[in-house]
């Protein structure tokens, strides 16, 4: 079975200040790694991925993600958090299934 | 090009009745899911689709959600009767298919039903 831990409900962090969302997983094989970002009213927008190759992927908005195999990690950072950033992050892993498995969700709130 | 596209935005009923959600993917894309997010918690899957066949509906909690997709086009996912711990946001998601895991899929907004 594949799962996704997101360990923090909510991250606040202020306005200029790097950003970390944190996500652990747990899968058979190879992972493929998602992040999704969701504003209010809002559906699910994809943000980055990991798939193969190089460990730091590059998403939009300016975000990242570092995949660290060893710690079966896969952590969302911005260098310079926006107060637009404020949003729903979800976490998702896939394996071996073609389903995607979510974590439950952590709320970013960037203050002014 | 239009994304996924949900309807309704928002669904209140009561309980013991009938809802009726509709999912409208990308065109072209032959995967679509269904899931669900109660309150504070993990979006969690339903089911999955490949064109009109079920391939996954592992996540289906019980026999009183019916979903159907007709002619490998638009979905539908239907609850009957309808219990308080039905209420959440029901995402609907599509994707192309593909041999691999690593295409992302597109989501639509979401149905917020809320059974009182």
């Known amino acids: 079975a594949q799962s996704v831990a997101q360990p923090e409900d909510q991250v606040n962090v202020a306005e200029g200040n790097p950003l970390t969302v944190k996500c652990t997983y747990s899968?058979?094989?190879?992972?493929?790694l998602f992040w999704y970002v969701q504003y209010p009213n809002r559906g699910l927008q994809f943000l980055l991925k990991?798939?193969?190759?190089?460990?730091l992927v590059k998403g939009s908005y300016g975000f990242e993600a570092e995949f660290n195999k060893s710690q079966t990690s896969f952590h969302l950072k911005k260098p310079s958090a926006l107060v637009s950033d404020s949003a729903l992050y979800f976490c998702?892993?896939?394996?071996?299934?073609?389903?995607?498995?979510f974590g439950r969700g952590t709320s970013l709130i960037v203050h002014p | 090009e239009a994304g996924v596209t949900q309807f309704p935005s928002h669904s209140v009923i009561e309980k013991g009745q009938t809802v009726t959600l509709r999912c409208d993917p990308i065109?072209?894309?032959?995967?679509l899911y269904w899931y669900r997010r109660v309150m504070g918690k993990e979006i969690k899957f339903l089911l999955h689709?490949?064109?009109?066949?079920?391939?996954?509906e592992s996540g289906m909690p019980n026999n009183r959600f019916l979903a159907e997709r007709t002619g490998g086009t638009y979905s539908t996912l239907k609850v009957q009767p309808a219990e308080l711990e039905d209420s959440g946001v029901y995402f609907c998601?599509?994707?192309?298919?593909?041999?691999?895991?690593?295409?992302?899929?597109?989501f639509g907004q979401g149905t917020r039903l809320t059974v009182v």
């Open positions: 689709f490949v064109k009109e066949s079920k391939q996954d």
């Open positions: 998702a892993v896939r394996g071996g299934s073609y389903i995607p498995t």
């Open positions: 899968v058979s094989g190879n992972p493929y």
């Open positions: 998601a599509s994707s192309p298919l593909a041999t691999t895991g690593n295409t992302e899929a597109f």
């Open positions: 065109s072209g894309h032959d995967n």
């Open positions: 990991y798939i193969t190759g190089d460990n």
